[in-house]
């Protein structure tokens, strides 16, 4: 019986230093130092309905209400949910369209996200606000919010290999101006994160400032990514054939 107590307040215990971790940053709501970057091109047109409901229907209790902007080209998408501001960059590279949204922002950092991470569940402030407070406290470049993304060194002769990612361009949080050193104008999608990602691992100084959330938290940022090689994956079919917006 005093074995089965002593499990019982060592978890008791687990889930109270839990909570107070998770809660015990100020002032409540979304972090005012992070700006939302959702990030495509009108390629892409065909996924942003589904981003840009399922955002809303997950963040619409957030107070106050991040700074979000959806990036495109030259379209607009058919439904622009409250609080989203959408900038159209004009044509160009990625790299250069995603400089000219860096360019807006005043927020030292900015939580990026592409057009396929569609979220699946209400994200937290307190979550957002500790993860805000790692970067600060840590003085983080990079934070990675996907599940399973610690960087390992001993898979770095295979960059199809997910382990040989110290960034990506999954849900991040990045430092603003970290984001846009890593840019050059000819860059697409692709070369920046390899080459990115090459750079850090000359430099382990500097790669040991992206870091990836699950070495802090268990929470997992709610999301799946809904397509693959440019092709939608059934979860997001399914995804969209349940919107409803009002």
């Known amino acids: 019986i005093a074995g089965l107590l002593w499990g019982v ?4 215990l687990a889930i109270g230093v839990g909570r107070e971790a998770e809660n015990d940053y100020e002032p409540a709501g979304w972090p005012s ?46 439904h622009i949910p409250p609080g989203v501001t959408v900038l159209r960059t004009g044509p160009g590279t990625w790299a250069q369209r995603l400089r000219h949204v860096l360019s807006q922002l005043s927020h030292p950092y900015v939580l990026y996200l ?23 406290t840590q003085n983080l470049r990079s934070l990675k919010l996907q599940a399973h993304c610690q960087h390992q060194p001993e898979h770095r002769n295979d960059f199809q290999d997910p382990l040989w990612y110290t960034v990506t361009h999954q849900p991040s949080l990045w430092q603003t101006e970290f984001l846009r050193a890593t840019l050059y104008d000819e860059q697409e999608a692709m070369a920046h994160e390899l080459e990115t990602n ?49």
């Open 9 to 12: 307040v060592l978890v008791w």
């Open 33 to 78: 130092d992070v700006a939302v970057v959702i990030h495509s091109f009108d390629g892409y047109v065909r996924y942003w309905d589904g981003m840009l409901y399922h955002w809303h229907k997950h963040t619409q209790h957030l107070g106050p209400y991040p700074t979000v902007i959806s990036a495109t080209e030259t379209l607009l998408p058919d």
């Open 114 to 136: 592409q057009e396929d991470a569609w979220l699946t569940a209400p994200l937290r402030t307190a979550y957002m606000r500790r993860m805000a407070h790692l970067m600060k």
């Open 198 to 246: 090459a750079l850090l691992h000359r430099y382990p100084e500097l790669e040991q400032t992206c870091q990836c959330a699950q070495t802090y938290t268990s929470y997992q940022f709610p999301f799946v990514e809904v397509s693959r090689q440019g092709q939608l994956l059934p979860v997001g079919v399914r995804m969209l054939e349940n919107l409803a917006w009002p």
